[in-house]
């Protein structure tokens, strides 16, 4: 098993939380109660959400379930838990629950909590909500209805015929008045109310379980009960909805005995819709067609107005109120009369999708469509394209589709052993419009693999890796821009069925007044950008030897009116410069090099111009590495490995590891150097033609860290831009293999470019994104999601990663600014590891100076408040130097000494001095300076 941190799980979901509430679409927060056994996942869920945001979460589960800090245990074979989380995420509380399984949920708006029916079961363990025994006689298995107050504690709880079927359905007003729907097979009586056998009953309580009426439907005598596809839809405005499929000639009576006549059938399989008030009586019934035997309705409900939803599935296509819809997922609305304003369906219908979760207010409605082969037959809505197996869709009052969120994991290919996807269980929205949902993360295998994997579920920027039952919020209703962004390879400024999407990673821009966002284009090549109301313009990041020919002004501008808005068709085409020959090396160690031990290094190789190449990469490994092997297998010339590429296109790169090892007999602080080259006859670029990777020889370290390539940089080269490579190295030291690792690393957008930001390197398969707004603006989040990364006592060089981006500085940085930075990594859901902090200094040329042919010390500690130590090995006794320079270069503390051969330990003052970044140099007897960063608190 896992080694478990569930407390720290809240810093790994603020790790990809860092997008504003005015944005649409976008995962607010996503928690996970998870179960601690990886290979049991939790069962059935089921959620309500309340007009105030707080989301009330059930579901079962087996052994046990970690929620917030508190462990819950089953008593028998399973037991249930219920959440409940506020409108921000936060868990305000949790009851365990044994041989109770809740069919069904409504909040109670008026008094709060919320009215659930449930089924009491044998569970080899007593009967009990929150420790407490269950207050009802009946033995199991009994279903009852119940109501649970806001803090948690059940108020009172009545039993329900036993034979009214598999469960019964609750729905609530907004005054606070309950409905309950289910069917009565024999003769029972229901809050004091007989009803007739094959019947189907409506229950009306108020909020102290008293009942209100009953209404009872059922046909005529001597036809047989059957109402199939019946659903029960909640009516905020007072009543409630009732749907379902009647026999030919059918006659539906209401009310017991004899009844009323409602309504005959006239035609095999007529599907009804009936409208009840809030006093029981039916306001309208309407035939909404003949559905076939396949078709069947997913959910219906009604919204503040009185307007009806009503949606679901037809494999074979449906009339539905006159309209014809194609086979497989349809949505429709009808008003408070009961007449149809619009229906929509599938474009290119395929059997086996459906929609079957609702949550509707005047602004639109919501609706959860499962999609059974989203790899090979993606839905299309309108403009939208679904690609995950259970996705939320938003459709303005008039019918149109207006935007779709899913987990982002779209690789649900025959080439992924495992992959992880969200089934959305429940939809609830609040009185603001974010949008709630409930779940759990299921996972496939589409071929032998490893037997246990982590689910991992991607949810806009927010991760959660586990087991177990998944709430998440959605911020709703601001306005979307779309497009695709495409190589134009004819320049004519439109995108033609044979050009492809443009296989590079790409950032985006939206500027609205004086904000800025940036976003990473898709990697499959979609642009999706959101936006507040009022002036926006959208535009694409430079991208060297590529010219924008659509739009012909390079950037869209318009203005939103509102909110919860789409335009689409922001297409971007990226014509190719004829004959830019161009390409990139980099060389990146996977961690730090320690004598006595191996390091792998790799070279990545990358066509970045517009015409096919070949030639050859080579990697020269310092002077004290012992090569041992080379992954492809290179040519090897002394320290000197090389390799040689054909016809490696645009768009294309190879990626080349190296290992070596470091004798025993290396001293610590060895300065290494190893290089990459790539040279290419006709380079418009040769500047990114060669590589470097200097490192120092350590002793024991913490392989998770950050570094950057340039410590310090001059004024004349922040002027150039001159790119800030940061390399995050990362380790499983843990006992298993690691799922998924995540990194977060916050840049400084006042000092950095965010719009320049594009990945170089990396060591697996990964994702990344950029918080652009809210209190994580500059948040960069990069997942390996299924890395599976063994542990470090399996395989010590499989066990690290690495991934490396580049970003410019900013040309306004002035002499003494520092750019620090420091990451967060996650393994799993264990607690995040901190780096050490990389800096980079704007230093004048003269205070800038090192050497790496220098005697190896030391500086500490460091950071310093008083003092500092310099611990050095001088090989020849005489006249030693330390200075202390300023950004400006200025000499700020001078010591000259005299010292002898051998160990050397020398403290300089450092009271009276102003915080900040200091460079600390040492002249040894022999020379030649050297050069350390210091900082002092």
């Given at each position: ?296 309705l997913g959910a219906l409900l009604a919204d503040a107005a009185g307007n009806c939803y009503i949606t679901g599935s037809a494999p074979n296509g449906i009339q539905l109120s006159g ?432 719009s320049s930001l594009a990945l170089v390197a990396q060591s697996h398969n990964c994702s990344w994104s950029l918080a652009s707004t809210g209190p994580n603006a500059g948040q960069l989040t ?156």
């Open positions: 098993m896992k080694l478990l941190r569930h407390c720290y799980l809240l810093a790994l979901l603020l790790f990809g939380a860092g997008l504003g509430s005015a944005r649409a679409q976008s995962f607010a927060w996503a928690k996970l109660s998870r179960t601690p056994n990886d290979t049991v996942r939790s069962n059935t869920v089921n959620s309500v959400t309340d007009s105030n945001g707080n989301t009330y979460v059930h579901g079962t589960y087996r052994d046990s379930v970690i929620v917030g800090s508190s462990t819950f245990r089953a008593l028998g074979t399973m037991s249930s838990v219920i959440v409940k989380y506020d409108s921000t995420g936060t868990v305000l509380w949790a009851k365990n629950l044994n041989g109770v399984v809740i069919v069904s949920l409504a909040a109670d708006n008026s008094a709060g909590g919320f009215y659930f029916t449930a089924e009491q079961y044998t569970n080899n363990g007593p009967i009990t909500w929150d420790g407490a025994p269950l207050p009802l006689a009946a033995t199991p298995p009994s279903p009852f209805h119940a109501k649970c107050s806001a803090s948690g504690a059940l108020q009172w709880a009545q039993p329900l015929p036993v034979n009214t079927g598999q469960g019964c359905t609750v729905v609530a007003d907004d005054a606070g008045d309950a409905y309950l729907q289910s069917i009565a097979y024999s003769s029972t009586t229901v809050g004091g109310v007989p009803v007739n056998a094959n019947s189907v009953y409506i229950l009306k309580i108020n909020g102290a379980g008293v009942t209100q009426w009953v209404q009872t439907l059922h046909f005529a005598p001597g036809i047989g009960f059957s109402f199939s596809s019946s659903k029960f839809g909640a009516k905020p405005g007072g009543g409630c909805l009732l749907s379902g499929c009647i026999p030919a000639g059918a006659n539906l009576l209401l009310g017991p005995g004899s009844g009323t006549s409602l309504l005959t059938s006239a035609s095999i399989n007529d599907q009804l819709l009936i409208n009840f008030n809030a006093s029981g009586t039916p306001l309208w019934t309407i035939v909404m067609g003949s559905w076939s035997q396949s078709a069947s309209v014809a819809l194609g086979p497989s997922f349809f949505l429709a609305k009808y008003n408070a009369s009961g007449a149809m304003q619009w229906a929509r369906g599938e474009q290119q219908g395929t059997a086996g999708n459906m929609g079957y979760q609702l949550a509707a207010n005047s602004r639109g409605v919501n609706v959860a469509v499962s999609v059974q082969n989203p790899v090979n037959s993606p839905v299309k809505l309108g403009p939208l394209t679904l690609r995950s197996y259970f996705n939320i869709v938003h459709y303005s009052p008039q019918g149109d589709e207006q935007w779709a969120a899913s987990d982002s994991r779209t690789d649900y290919s025959v080439s992924a052993t495992r992959f992880s996807y969200y089934s959305i269980s429940s939809l609830g929205l609040d009185s603001r419009g974010n949008l709630y949902a409930a779940g759990t993360p299921r996972t496939q295998t589409n071929r032998p693999g490893p037997s246990v994997n982590l689910p991992v579920l991607q949810l806009g920027a927010l991760t959660t890796v586990g087991s177990g039952l998944v709430a998440c919020r959605l911020n709703a209703y601001a306005n979307t821009l779309r497009g695709q962004v495409y190589l134009d390879q004819n320049g004519n400024g439109q995108q033609d069925a044979s050009e492809q999407m443009f296989a590079r990673p790409l950032t985006g821009i939206l500027a609205q007044g004086t904000a800025t966002s940036y976003f990473p284009v898709g990697a499959d090549g979609v642009l999706q950008a959101y936006a507040a109301p009022g002036a926006y313009q959208l535009s694409l990041a430079p991208v060297a030897h590529y010219t924008i020919s659509q739009p012909s002004s390079g950037s869209y501008a318009g203005t939103f009116s509102g909110s919860n808005q789409l335009i689409s068709g922001q297409h971007f085409g990226l014509v190719p410069v004829a004959n830019q020959a161009d390409v990139r090396v980099t060389l990146t160690p996977y961690g730090a090099v320690r004598a006595g031990f191996t390091v792998r290094y790799r070279v990545t190789v990358e066509n970045v111009g517009t015409t096919t190449v070949s030639g050859t990469v080579t990697a020269t490994l310092d002077s004290h590495l012992s090569y041992i092997s080379s992954t492809p297998s290179g040519t090897r010339t002394g320290q000197t490995v090389s390799w040689s590429y054909a016809n490696l296109a645009p768009f294309g790169h190879l990626d080349y590891d190296v290992l070596a090892s470091l004798p025993t007999n290396v001293v610590l602080g060895t300065a290494l150097l190893s290089t990459a080259t790539a040279p290419l006859v006709g380079d418009v670029d040769a500047t990114d033609n060669t590589s470097t990777a200097a490192q120092t020889v350590v002793g024991p370290f913490d392989p998770n860290s950050i570094e950057v390539n340039y410590e310090r940089l001059t004024p004349a080269q922040v002027a150039t831009r001159l790119p800030l490579d940061y390399t995050i190295h990362f380790q499983n030291l843990g006992t298993a293999e690691a799922t998924a690792v995540i990194l977060s690393d916050t840049l400084d957008a006042s000092k950095l470019n965010l990069v997942r390996f999601l299924g890395i599976n990364l063994p542990g470090r006592n399996v395989d010590v060089i499989r066990s690290q990663g690495f991934v490396r981006f580049r970003v410019q500085p900013r040309t306004t940085l002035a002499v003494g600014e520092v750019i620090p930075n420091r990451a967060g990594i996650v393994f799993d859901f264990n607690a995040p590891v901190m780096t050490n902090t990389a800096t980079t200094t704007v230093m004048l040329a003269s205070a800038a100076l090192a050497n790496h042919t220098a005697a190896a010390w030391n500086a500490y500690p460091n950071p310093a408040t008083d003092a500092v130590t310099v611990a050095a090995d001088l090989a020849t006794a005489g006249p030693v130097r330390l200075d202390l320079l300023d950004a400006l270069g200025r000499s700020v503390r001078r010591q000259t000494f005299t010292a002898p051969a051998g160990p050397l330990r020398q403290t300089l003052d450092l009271r009276d001095l102003a915080p900040g970044f200091y460079v600390l140099r040492l002249t040894p007897p022999t020379g030649p300076a050297s050069s350390q960063q210091l900082v002092r608190e």
